[in-house]
């Protein structure tokens, strides 16, 4: 196992090695789909010269990344490239090991017998961890991401650092990762909604009576919230105290939820705003933020069981409806696709979806091309493009969402399943 | 969505794609053939019409007197010409200055990767003049362009003599709110690229202009090799098949028709009898001219440079033949300063019309609204072609034991790896070869640099075809059946999205490599008569299409040649996309060599799998 991860880290290396390289890295590092104004490097550098000079980043509109990572680059900036390779290759070795836990637990004596094939054969489960590294190393929107040296690498790194303390069982850790990860853009809040699932299947078998059950689940609750909500107090005091000043709250978290910038990228909010009458922005702004919100409450409920898959469909979601984002979140999502492998026999529309994936990232750069240099083509043609995208993601998305609780169906009732005259009846979606 | 989600439909409409899969792909191949040729029906197509308000409905008078003055410097100019044998620089400043202008020069050198045949050129070094007129009403942030180029021997002197006469008369109007840049250049495209270059501070070749007129709103270019012309033609294809905004055309037709000058586009004069054959096929030839002309991404005039930086330009050809209408110089000078009135009008960059259309005749066009449903129904088919392979893979293969299953992925992802690392291998080497190894194929081998290049390019293009793709046949024994359908569904995406993305960028190119590659993709298979499939695909195949596009543009030019001075032609025009490609950046080349011909071999790779 480690021999082919470390082959796997090696061939990752030296693929980003050899871009930063070369010329393309500066046509990358442009890439409107690859950088946001929060992540981009050029900014980033921007931020570290104003600090240099004595003078607040977020003194212009250019910077708005966090003080944390402005002060971590403040050290390393001669390291960036090795920073963001660390990175990467740390997340992914995180989520590496992050699957290693789930080994089997699905494996029980409860279902039916003629659903022995929907359950991962133990071979099948030992090359997952690789599959899920080698879905992140290779992913081209990471080495697309991590050449462009957009910060959006930290924070996936976080994330699976979250991910992995969550699944091991560390509290205080997940916490404190936790915070960070909202520290750094604001949507990770929704991974919080994992607490309600992952305690109550630990807890199960403590439990003696139903309100003991009960209480060691609240309890537990408010244990997490308070190790959450303090080390999120320690990080934001601590950024006040390195700046001297509150400027970066507006400036960050202000400009996510606010979305000033509409610079074009691959996310829905840029072409709406620009087109909107300004009386109508606040509402509308509303609306397109509670999106990334609203979908946890009844996923957690509906996904109560299952929190790696929760996580997974909570990350799309985040990247498909944050405010700024860049194919370094897709890819962060994309790397758990191989854990639901077990699930491809129910996927319906992976065909169409991949196709149209793949004709997008395509189309991308060349309307940006017709509309920006060549003049020919407009922003439609792009939005398009954007649209086809998310609607792409979406399906996907809800097409694995289908996929696993047709599973869970077909777990609980048998796989081949029988009208009551005996023909084979089929499931339908209402 | 009940498509997407009631299982039984979706079951239906696959099977029935499925099982009528061949049908259907032929029915859609026909479809996209006839809708592309329907295109230039006259009902099909709509009439041009001036979207741009500015230029609409203000009146302009034209009163240009001095046609016979610009006729007479014309001929000074030639003088002058002969005796420097080049450009008269000192000749052409003194002139400029005297009627009023500011005049500047840019230098330029360029050295050519080889030689170009054509125009015999190979260390090329020349000068740019321009004089500007500075707009007597505005703040200076906007500027025109009239350019003209200094050709070697008697051509484009009245060019060169009516944009002085121009010149003249502009000075002494007032309502210009737009600088006018006169600009003659040399060596024709090298010199605009320079100046270009130059003018835009981007520079690699020429020094920098030193002084710059306001952004450049729109240019036209002007060739006229006689005193008296019988139509003037206009060219609109610029470098990769970008055409200027349709209202620039739509100016000059408007004014063709004022001012009473027959106007051509491809050489073709307009024809009313749309509902007979005869015409209906003059309308043919007509749009397929233009769609080989911005199929060959090269640019067809001064012009086409100009495109790149978001300016809208157009070159303007005087075109003298035996027809008994004639024209003077000084009704061309006055619709050149109709259209510049207009120009100068404008309030923003011409953007209001379209961008993406194909022309049957000058007062009709085909939107990419219209156009594109033939390029669709064709990749229909490589989509339908995927789906039924998709279908085929994926239906459950028995499995006897569970260890065979385990070891398929890593063999599938090796053979298939494999072919697509070769064939763009050697994509590459037909990119870089021809030009790295010029040298060394002049040493050993009789030939000049430039037959040199095309031939390795030649030799590198025969040799992909006979390179081993099949190597996954060491790895693992026989290719599987499994192998080549993965391999082959990889290559028709590959294909669909390429070409659509091509299409989109060159509808022409896209279409045309749609029309050989696609019929290909969807028919090749392993098991087909490999003698009789294999000379279809090499029929088939980009340099072939080539080949035969060189031919039909003759015929469609009404200049039939012989297969010896065909083939000739071929040669030099594999030269040419090279070298537009080094000195301009055309796409063509490099979009043949590294994606359409590694796609290519794929499907022949695929004919070979066994």
């Not at chain 2, 009940?2 to 859609?28: E, K, M």
């Not at chain 2, 005796?83 to 005297?98: D, I, N, S, Y």
């Not at chain 2, 006979?466 to 290559?491: C, D, I």
Request: glycine residues 6%.
């Amino acid at each position: 196992m480690a021999a082919p991860l470390t082959l796997l880290l090696l061939v990752a290396v030296t693929v980003r090695a050899a871009l930063f390289r070369s010329s393309l890295s500066e046509l990358i590092s442009e890439r409107v789909e690859v950088v946001s104004p929060l992540t981009a490097w050029k900014r980033v550098i921007e931020g570290l010269a104003l600090l240099d000079l004595g003078v607040s980043p977020y003194s212009g509109d250019v910077f708005h990344e966090t003080p944390l990572t402005i002060y971590l680059f403040h050290f390393l900036v001669d390291y960036a490239e090795v920073t963001f390779m660390v990175s990467v290759a740390g997340s992914s070795v995180f989520s590496d090991y992050l699957f290693r836990k789930q080994k089997f637990a699905l494996e029980a004596d409860r279902y039916p017998l003629d659903c022995l094939e929907l359950i991962r054969s133990p071979k099948e489960m030992y090359y997952i961890p690789l599959k899920v590294a080698m879905f992140y190393l290779l992913n081209p929107f990471t080495i697309l991401s991590c050449v462009a040296k957009s910060t959006c690498g930290l924070n996936n790194a976080i994330i699976a650092l979250f991910i992995l303390s969550t699944i091991k069982g560390n509290v205080l850790l997940s916490a404190i990762f936790l915070s960070l990860a909202t520290y750094q853009s604001i949507y990770p809040l929704t991974l919080s909604a994992l607490l309600t699932s992952v305690p109550l299947s630990c807890l199960i078998n403590l439990c003696v009576t139903q309100w003991i059950c009960v209480f060691l689940f609240w309890w537990f609750i408010v244990q997490y919230a308070f190790m959450y909500l303090g080390s999120l107090f320690v990080i934001i005091c601590l950024s006040f105290f390195l700046l001297g000043s509150w400027d970066y709250l507006p400036s960050v978290y202000g400009f996510i939820l606010s979305v000033p910038d509409l610079t074009p990228n691959i996310g829905l909010f840029w072409y709406f705003f620009a087109e909107m009458f300004e009386h109508f922005r606040l509402f509308f702004l509303c609306v397109f933020q509670i999106n990334v919100f609203f979908y946890t409450i009844p996923l957690s409920i509906k996904l109560k069981e299952h929190p790696v898959f929760l996580i997974f469909m909570q990350l799309a979601v985040i990247s498909i409806f944050k405010s700024y984002p860049t194919v370094g979140d897709i890819s962060l999502y994309m790397a758990f696709l191989p854990v639901w492998s077990h699930l491809h026999r129910f996927l319906r529309n992976i065909f169409l979806v991949s196709c149209v994936l793949l004709a997008c990232s395509a189309l991308f750069p060349v309307l940006w091309h017709l509309w920006i240099y060549a003049g020919s083509a407009n922003s439609n043609f792009y939005y398009a493009i954007t649209l086809l995208f998310n609607v792409a993601q979406i399906l996907l998305v809800s097409d694995y969402f289908y996929a696993f609780l047709r599973r869970e169906h077909h777990l609980t009732y048998g796989l081949y399943l029988k009208r009551k005259d005996g023909s084979e009846a089929t499931l339908v979606l209402k | 969505m009940g498509l997407l989600s009631d299982p039984n439909r979706r079951r239906a409409l696959i099977s029935l794609l499925t099982r009528l899969n061949t049908p259907i792909c032929i029915v859609c191949y026909m479809a996209g053939v006839a809708w592309f040729m329907g295109l230039a029906f006259e009902p099909f197509t709509l009439r041009t019409y001036m979207s741009e308000n500015a230029m609409g409905s203000t009146m302009v008078e034209e009163r240009f007197p001095a046609g016979e003055r610009a006729l007479a410097t014309g001929r000074e100019f030639s003088a002058h010409k002969k005796r420097t044998g080049g450009m008269p620089v000192e000749w052409l400043m003194k002139t400029m200055q005297a009627k009023g202008l500011e005049v500047f020069t840019q230098r330029f050198s360029r050295t050519l990767p080889f030689p170009d045949e054509n125009k015999e050129r190979y260390m090329v070094r020349g000068t740019n003049v321009y004089g500007i007129l500075r707009a007597p009403r505005a703040p200076r942030t906007e500027a025109l362009v009239l350019s003209a180029p200094c050709s070697p021997g008697d051509n484009n002197n009245q060019a060169v003599g009516l944009l002085l006469g121009l010149a003249e008369y502009f000075r002494n109007q007032i309502y210009w709110a737009k600088d006018i840049i006169f600009l003659v250049n040399e060596h024709d495209l090298i010199g605009m690229q320079a100046w270009l270059e130059g003018y835009h501070h981007t520079n690699t070749t020429g020094t920098f202009c030193h002084s710059r007129g306001g952004s450049i709103q729109a240019a036209l270019s002007l060739e006229l090799s006689s005193d008296i012309i019988t139509s003037l033609d206009l060219v609109l294809e610029g470098l990769n098949g970008q055409l200027p905004n349709l209202d620039l055309a739509n100016l000059f037709y408007a004014f063709c028709q004022k001012i009473g000058v027959l106007c051509t586009i491809q050489g073709k004069l307009q024809r009313n009898d749309w509902d007979s054959v005869s015409g209906y096929s003059h309308a043919v030839q007509t749009m397929m001219l233009m769609v080989m002309k911005q199929a060959s991404g090269r640019p067809w005039g001064d012009h086409g440079l100009f495109l790149r930086y978001h300016i809208e330009a157009a070159t303007i050809k005087g075109v003298n033949s035996f027809r008994q209408y004639k024209t003077d110089a000084t009704t061309i000078g006055r619709l050149l300063e109709g259209m510049y009135r207009k120009l100068n009008n404008l309030l923003e960059r011409l953007h209001q019309s379209y961008f993406f259309y194909l022309m049957p005749s000058l007062s009709h066009f085909v939107s990419i609204g219209y156009y594109m449903p033939a390029f669709g129904l064709l990749a229909v088919i490589l989509l339908l072609r995927a789906l039924d392979l998709w279908v085929q893979l994926s239906t459950p293969p028995q499995r006897t034991e569970d260890g065979v299953t385990d070891i398929e992925p890593v063999r599938g992802v090796l053979s298939l790896l494999t072919p697509l690392v070769i064939s763009h291998l050697t994509g590459v080497a037909l990119y870089m070869l021809p030009i790295r190894f010029q040298e060394m194929a002049v040493e050993h081998f009789p030939v000049s640099e430039t037959e040199a290049v095309v031939l390795t390019a030649i030799a590198v293009y025969t040799a992909g075809l006979a390179l081993p793709h099949n190597t996954h046949r060491l790895l693992s024994g026989e290719g599987t059946e499994q192998g080549w359908r993965v391999l082959k569904l990889v290559a028709v995406l590959y294909l669909a999205v390429l070409l659509g993305c091509t299409a989109l960028i060159n509808f022409s190119l896209g279409f045309i490599l749609a029309l050989t590659l696609v019929p290909v993709a969807a028919f090749v298979t392993p098991h087909v008569p490999k003698v009789l499939s294999a000379f279809i695909l090499v029929i088939l195949s980009p340099a072939c299409t080539l080949l035969f596009s060189v031919f039909f543009f003759q015929e469609l030019q009404e200049m039939p040649i012989s297969f010896q001075d065909g083939w000739l032609l071929f040669l030099s025009v594999i030269s040419q996309g090279i070298l537009d490609h080094s000195l301009y950046g055309s796409l063509v080349y490099p979009l043949i060599t590294l994606l359409v011909y590694p796609c290519w071999l794929l499907f022949w790779n695929i004919l070979f799998w066994n």
